[in-house]
């Protein structure tokens, strides 16, 4: 076979990575590089230059400064589950994949607190402490996969964030390798951290920041309680009404999930739940507490369902059954592909009060391009997940299930809504960033990106619509007299 | 616009050579836009409540009040959201929704005076944040006005989002040196059908950490959990709230009743609720040396006695109350003389740091105090990147110049 000669200058960026990394643990073999061309927004794959996999803070330092001596592009990556291309890498990259760092350093269940690399997996989390009846609360349907790293990035959600919110309210410092090899701690694992929010600037900058090699996250106890119940209802229509007459009942569920006909029969043929095909609609609904109240809020939360409409409404008869019902709801997106080749996982955010009129208006426009939609979203925040299903081998179908993803997007702004309520802009929708936000918006929120990142990087040409540069500070920066002295006198 | 000259404002200590009140955001605008071209350092006002924090201005040029700004922007009880300006108080925030039964659940003293833009900005909180955290885990949109007067937003009005810069959790705690908080979105909570609190105690540090721990263990959801300090025997003094439906607050309470009972404590159910952050306001309010400390919950009774305890035994009348489940600690009292005031406000920083916590003076009124003890203490060691992102967001430095930490 003949190969083109590598260019002198990758040779040194290569064997300098390997000075860093040590043997094996650079990829530079064209097939071998395949596996990281894409992460879960398949469809679009670009090589990059070289991939390496670190395994401790050190050697994520010395794998930035090689790329900085050399003034290329740095993607961050964790288990390549991304659904917005965030992990997608950029013309002549260094993929910096962190999955070899799988250490928890730490279990402090006193201060309920974790200590972790990056690599860990989602559930590993709970796994490690589940015995001793704690759990990590962000629980993404791929938490069996993703990795920490990956979800502090994504600021990721979850079935139960509608209660316990996101990844951004359960980690509490982080540890980030800047564009200069520099290693900072930012946020407090100990206590209120002083000064500016800087975990919020770390969480949900989906790679633009630095690269996180250890995080600290909060650990919960796990609820003395849980009750699930599984309702159907003839339409979206009568479900969207119960879960807002759930909500105000002033019941807080731990989680309310919706899926759609389609949803539930791709769901049944893929895991063998044994879920009616003839409903409209389904809601698989999670209230935990204390006993008393869990029962209470149980009780009549199943009344409002039966009183808005409910076909059926099941509970669950053992631990087993219960894990059952969840799995069939974690697996939904996998299991589209029983009912479609191929299928776009759309994520938008409506006002949950929106939610059966905005599903009509992306049924009609899905059926304008000659498509279907399958529904399996977070209704309780009004986040929904409508997944184009398309045949790509029909020339056009793709295109036209593109078009019909954009116009849910532009629906979902049009009612007030987000572009993304947890899988990130990433290079996917980064169009539609300048049709949320406005100009001065987005000039604002580079500024946080240029406070970490002023070179641009990590993931350029992530997120934001048009290539923003960092500049020069403007002005004069004149040091306030403390600032000048020394600070912390004691 | 009333744009007013009111002689003696100031604002920790720095003089304020102007006061202006805008009627709207975009009078408000106008304000910092002038004020950019003509170079004026801005600091903002809203109840007052908190001026004691931080350092004192380098200067103040424009003292722009957010008295004027207190409209509901949008509320949508449905989607339990509310959009407020800045200049409304949390009571009055709260009376708006309150027909619905909703709430932003977050309980900062002075509801009455103290405005959500200046509850942002101080990231201000009460008992309450045991069980539904602080404004970072409550705002879910904030729209800004930068130092050069532009109208900037971040986040939404919708739950879940992630779409861009976290530009709303920045705005948290920021202390007007960012941008001027214009208006700020919530997620709400339903108001619970009951709030019961019950009285435990009195018993030592230990006593209260044992309480803590069993609470948790038995995985009782307490809303709130505080303790008073009893100045003269140092022991304690537990009020905790339960919040929800009827059925599972009385079978909390009864459960809660018990655990004490098994640590040989005496408890005393209360009809109501709002006790514990009357406790709060009290103890938070009063003297004229205030401090808040943050250490590891699991650390407390070492703090209590390396720290709290000497502070307050030097302080006159010292108040203090605590927060065991979440490490917080509020301490009060008037000052005994300047050097054992600073003597004993250097020694509870030492002793919490190397807890790897911190004290921040919330307020000190005697000026040789400020002086010689810093407000917040060591900076961390991202500080650096805080002092970026203020180049970024206010390079002339002129939005309350020096106020926050290390003189950000
Ligand atoms: C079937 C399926 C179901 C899903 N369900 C959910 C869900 O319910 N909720 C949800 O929120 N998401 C969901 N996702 C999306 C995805 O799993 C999450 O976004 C997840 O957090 C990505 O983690 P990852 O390790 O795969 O990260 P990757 O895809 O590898 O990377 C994601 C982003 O993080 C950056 N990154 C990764 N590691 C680091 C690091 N250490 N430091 C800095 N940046 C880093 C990357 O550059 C990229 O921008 C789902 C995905 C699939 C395929």
């Known amino acids: 076979m003949k190969t083109l000669p590598i260019p002198d200058r990758d040779v040194a960026i290569f064997r300098e990575l390997a000075g860093v990394v040590g043997p094996g643990r650079t990829i530079v073999d064209l097939a071998e590089l395949r596996t990281y061309e894409c992460d879960g927004l398949a469809g679009v794959r670009v090589r990059p230059l070289a991939v390496v996999l670190p395994e401790t803070t050190e050697e994520v330092a010395g794998v930035v400064r090689v790329a900085a001596a050399h003034g290329i592009p740095i993607v961050p990556r964790g288990s390549g589950t991304g659904l917005s291309g965030g992990a997608l890498p950029v013309p002549g990259c260094l993929l910096v994949v962190l999955s070899r760092m799988t250490r928890i350093l730490a279990i402090d269940l006193e201060n309920q607190r974790m200590r972790v690399q990056p690599g860990v997996i989602n559930l590993d989390v709970t796994r490690a402490i589940a015995a001793d009846g704690y759990y990590y609360a962000p629980d993404p349907s791929s938490q069996s996969v993703c990795s920490i790293g990956g979800n502090i990035a994504e600021n990721s959600g979850g079935a139960h964030c509608l209660k316990y919110g996101f990844t951004v309210n359960h980690v509490v410092a982080a540890t980030v390798v800047l564009a200069d090899g520099r290693v900072v701690t930012v946020g407090e694992s100990a206590s209120d951290p002083l000064g500016y929010d800087l975990i919020a600037a770390v969480v949900g900058s989906e790679g633009l920041v630095g690269i996180v090699t250890e995080a600290v996250v909060r650990i919960l106890r796990v609820p003395e309680l849980t009750r699930t119940f599984f309702a159907t209802f003839p339409s979206t229509d009568e479900a969207g009404a119960c879960v807002s007459e759930i909500v105000a009942a002033g019941i807080v569920p731990a989680a309310v999930e919706m899926m759609d006909t389609l949803a539930i029969e791709a769901i049944v043929k893929a895991t063998g739940v044994d879920w009616p095909l003839d409903v409209g609609a389904a809601l698989l609904m999670d209230v935990d507490g204390t006993r008393a109240e869990v029962e209470h809020t149980a009780g009549a939360a199943v009344e409002i369902a039966r009183a808005a409409g409910a076909i059926e409404v099941r509970t669950p008869k053992s631990d087993a059954e219960r894990a059952l019902m969840w799995k069939g709801r974690k697996g939904a997106f996998a299991a589209m592909g029983r009912i479609s080749p191929n299928y776009y996982v759309q994520d938008g955010v409506i006002p949950r009060s929106q939610i059966s009129t905005v599903l009509r208006e992306i049924a009609a426009v899905t059926a304008s391009e000659g498509l279907r939609v399958a529904n399996v979203f977070h209704a309780g925040d009004g986040n929904l997940h409508p997944l184009v299903l398309y045949d790509a081998r029909v020339p056009g179908e793709e295109h036209r299930a593109e078009t019909v993803a954009g116009k849910i997007l532009q629906i979902c702004i049009r009612y007030g809504g987000s572009i993304t309520g947890e899988h990130g802009v990433g290079v996917d929708k980064a169009v539609y960033m300048g049709e949320l936000f406005g100009d001065a918006d987005l000039e604002t929120m580079n500024f946080v990106r240029c406070t970490f990142d002023p070179e641009r990087t990590f993931n350029p040409g992530k997120v934001f619509p048009t290539p923003r540069l960092c500049g020069d500070v403007p002005g004069a920066y004149a040091p306030h007299a403390v600032e000048a002295t020394g600070v912390g006198r004691g | ?408």
């Not at chain 2, 006061?19 to 004020?35: F, K, M, R, T, W």
């Not at chain 2, 509320?75 to 959201?81: K, L, N, T």
């Not at chain 2, 007007?176 to 909570?189: E, K, N, P, V, Y």
């Not at chain 2, 006593?207 to 025997?233: C, H, K, M, Q, Y």
Request: proline share 6%.
């Open chain 2, 1 to 408: 616009m009333r744009d007013v000259r009111v002689g003696g404002t100031t604002v920790r200590g720095t003089p304020a050579r102007s006061i202006v009140a805008p009627g709207d955001l975009a009078e408000a605008a106008a304000v910092l836009g002038d004020a950019a071209s003509r170079g004026d350092a801005v600091a903002f006002l809203g109840g007052g409540t908190e001026l004691g924090l931080g350092y004192a201005p380098s200067r103040v040029d424009v003292l722009v009040k957010t008295a004027h700004l207190c409209r509901v922007v949008e509320y949508a009880p449905a989607d339990m959201v509310v959009e407020v300006e800045a200049g409304i108080t949390l009571a009055a925030m709260q009376r708006a929704l309150a027909p619905h039964r909703q709430r932003l659940a977050l309980d900062a003293p002075y509801p009455e005076l103290a405005t959500i833009g200046g509850l942002v900005a101080t990231n201000a909180f009460g008992p309450r944040r045991l069980r539904f955290g602080t404004f970072r885990d409550l705002i879910v949109g904030v729209s800004m006005i930068r130092a050069d007067g532009e109208r900037v937003r971040g986040g939404g009005k919708v739950v879940k989002n992630v779409a861009g810069f976290d530009l709303p959790k920045l705005a948290v705690g920021s202390l007007g040196t960012l941008g001027m908080i214009a208006t700020a979105t919530f997620r709400l909570h339903p108001v619970p059908e009951v709030a019961r609190a019950i009285r435990v105690g009195a018993c030592g540090a230990d006593g209260l950490v044992a309480l803590t721990r069993a609470t948790i263990a038995n995985r009782l959801e307490p809303a709130a959990f505080v303790a008073t300090r009893d100045a003269a025997s140092g022991t304690y003094e537990a009020h905790v709230l339960f919040e929800g439906f009827d059925a599972g607050v009385a079978e909390q309470i009864a459960r809660f009743a018990t655990i004490a009972e098994a640590q040989g404590l005496t408890s005393e159910s209360l009809g109501d609720g709002e006790r514990p952050g009357a406790l709060d306001e009290a103890a938070r309010t009063h003297g004229d040396v205030r401090v808040r400390i943050s250490v590891p919950p699991g650390d407390f009774v070492a703090f209590e006695r390396d720290a709290l305890a000497p502070l307050a035994n030097v302080l006159g009348d010292a108040r203090a109350i605590v927060y065991p489940p979440l490490g917080i600690a509020f301490v009060s009292g008037y000052a005994t003389g300047v050097p054992a005031t600073i003597a004993a406000l250097q020694g509870a920083r030492r002793a919490v740091e190397a807890l790897h916590g911190n004290l921040v003076l919330t307020d000190v009124r005697d000026p040789a105090l400020g002086d010689a003890v810093d407000p917040y203490g060591t900076v961390p060691p991202s500080f650096f990147l805080m002092q970026r992102l203020k180049e970024r967001f206010d390079p002339a430095r002129r939005l309350n110049p020096g106020r926050f930490l290390g003189g950000l």
